[in-house]
């Protein structure tokens, strides 16, 4: 394997990771925040959505940032970088495009 | 890259992506602005000024003036005093009690005098030359023209008030904090309605302008990367090695080592290894 090549094999490894991470943290925070919600709009306390609105919304760029990124290095499709993007949007749906990537990125990661 | 720039192509993609960067950068802008301690905030704490220098005669008042702190001199009309009832105060329904100021520059002001539960022991305003502290409110709008002639009104409207003056009024109203001389101690202060809009930076409005800053960004890297990748497509992954020809030579060598290594000769299997190395170096830089 030329330099190169490992250099940005690695690059796209740690793209990669980035991901990862960011995907599970949006994710959980999505879901935190649909709890809020419900404590808001049902419970009628909006204290918790005060607080976990923001800092989703925080994340959630840091999660276009990485997921960006990773989308460039891989050289997704722009099909593909949108849904990615989206998925962060839907609750449970990060998860599952998280699982995807990880499955392509473990049966070809030289094609990825 | 300059060349690959100049194509119709480039040119399109370039100019799309300047656009996009101008606007969000704007966007960014105006939330910052939006971010800031209002204008409305900064009134009230702002020093006093004359009432002419922030509403100017025949002119609406400027809403970022609400709340602002005047000072007016001047002397109270006296053939002029009205009430405005159900007013609240302390849980106490009473009235208020307003004269026109009489400005140096022929103008007048509607001043709020104060509250009082018995408007018949209102007295009346002071008929010599007065300074007053106030702070300016926008007019209350009744949305209906001037009620009879009595002293009686429904709301402080200059618009309503002005018609029966014989001289122009200054828009909105001030409600007096200080005055001298002494304001008639039957009058209680009324507390003035301060804008509550505005305290302090808007920390949502923060976020949206780094937001749109960091969209920007966005624009600038991805279009930096389409055009590098544009210029020098980028390593594509190899694919599987094929298999090397059988190299005579190498062959030779190795074999040469082996057979070294086993008649016991170590400086020359050492260094029949070593070509052997180099041999595979050359093999895999050549590919």
């Given amino acids: 394997m030329a330099d190169a090549e490992l250099r940005s094999d690695g690059r796209l490894r740690g793209a990669f990771g980035r991901y990862r991470v960011m995907a599970y943290v949006v994710g959980v925070m999505l879901l935190l925040l649909v709890a809020a919600m419900v404590v808001k709009y049902v419970g009628g306390h909006p204290f918790l959505v005060r607080v976990v609105a923001p800092i989703h919304g925080f994340l959630y760029i840091a999660y276009l940032v990485v997921a960006l990124d990773l989308a460039s290095k891989a050289r997704w499709s722009l099909g593909r970088t949108v849904l990615v993007l989206l998925a962060g949007t839907v609750p449970f749906c990060s998860f599952v495009m998280e699982r995807r990537v990880e499955q392509d990125f473990r049966s070809a990661p030289a094609a990825f | ?287």
């Fill in chain 2, 1 to 287: 890259m300059l060349r690959r720039l100049l194509t119709l192509r480039w040119l399109a993609l370039s100019v799309l992506a300047v656009l996009l960067v101008v606007v969000m950068s704007l966007l960014g802008v105006w939330q910052w602005h939006r971010a800031q301690p209002s204008r409305y905030a900064a009134a009230v704490s702002a020093p006093p000024v004359g009432v002419t220098t922030v509403v100017r005669a025949a002119q609406p008042l400027p809403t970022y003036a609400v709340g602002r702190l005047v000072t007016a001199s001047g002397t109270y009309d006296a053939e002029h005093q009205f009430v405005v009832p159900g007013r609240r105060l302390n849980g106490q329904v009473g009235s208020w009690v307003l004269s026109p100021l009489r400005l140096p520059d022929g103008s007048g002001v509607i001043v709020v005098r104060g509250w009082t539960g018995t408007p018949e022991g209102a007295g009346f305003a002071p008929t010599g030359p007065v300074d007053v502290t106030g702070r300016v409110q926008s007019a209350e709008r009744t949305g209906s023209p001037a009620a009879g002639a009595g002293p009686e009104l429904s709301a402080v409207d200059p618009a309503v008030v002005a018609p029966r003056l014989s001289y122009p009024l200054l828009d909105g109203y001030v409600v007096l904090t200080a005055q001298s001389p002494p304001a008639n101690a039957a009058l209680t202060p009324v507390p003035p309605l301060l804008p509550t809009s505005g305290d302090g930076l808007h920390p949502r409005n923060l976020a949206y302008a780094l937001q749109w800053w960091v969209f920007a960004a966005f624009v600038m890297v991805g279009w930096w990367r389409m055009l590098r990748d544009d210029v020098q497509p980028p390593v594509t992954p190899e694919p599987a090695p094929a298999p090397v020809a059988p190299n005579p030579a190498l062959d030779r060598r190795r074999r040469q080592a082996l057979e070294d290594a086993v008649s016991g000769d170590d400086e020359l299997a050492a260094y029949n290894r070593y070509l052997a190395e180099l041999d595979d170096a050359a093999d895999s830089r050549g590919r």
